[in-house]
Nanobody, 123 residues
Framework: IQLEESGGGLVTTGDSLRLSCAAS????????LGWFRQPQGKERKFVAA????????YYDNSVKGRFTISRDNAKNTAYLQMNSLKPDDTAVYYC?????????????????WGLGTQVTVVP
């Protein structure tokens, strides 16, 4: 499966963005999808995930209540709706995919990655 993120940009505090993760090669309905972010000079960290087998969602505490992960299997695309953006949300955002059951909160848990999309939030 190949993944391609889009939808990033430069916004101001309080704005919203919707990131997309378009998949090709395989159907995303069989994959757990995760969103991670990596601020410049820092490590990549978990943001949100949705399992394929029961569609349960998971969020990091820093984005809970502001971000929403979703998927459209017909379009083979996952989304990350980001509201009330803050400067601390500035990072490159990556989507990842995995098929196996198990942990989904770590970078090492995902087998496939996109190249990322930059989100910059200015005061």
């Amino acid at each position: 499966i190949q993944l391609e993120e889009s939808g990033g940009g430069l916004v101001t505090t309080g704005d919203s963005l919707r990131l997309s993760c378009a998949a090709s090669g395989r159907a995303i309905s069989n994959y757990t999808l995760g969103w991670f972010r990596q601020p410049q000079g820092k490590e990549r960290k978990f943001v949100a995930a949705m399992t394929w087998y029961d569609s349960i969602t998971y969020y990091d505490n820093s984005v809970k209540g502001r971000f929403t992960i979703s998927r459209d299997n017909a379009k083979n695309t996952a989304y990350l709706q980001m509201n009330s953006l803050k400067p601390d949300d500035t990072a490159v955002y990556y989507c990842g995919a995995r098929q196996q059951l198990g942990s989904i909160l770590g970078v090492q848990d995902y087998d496939y990655w996109g190249l990322g999309t930059q989100v910059t939030v200015v005061p």
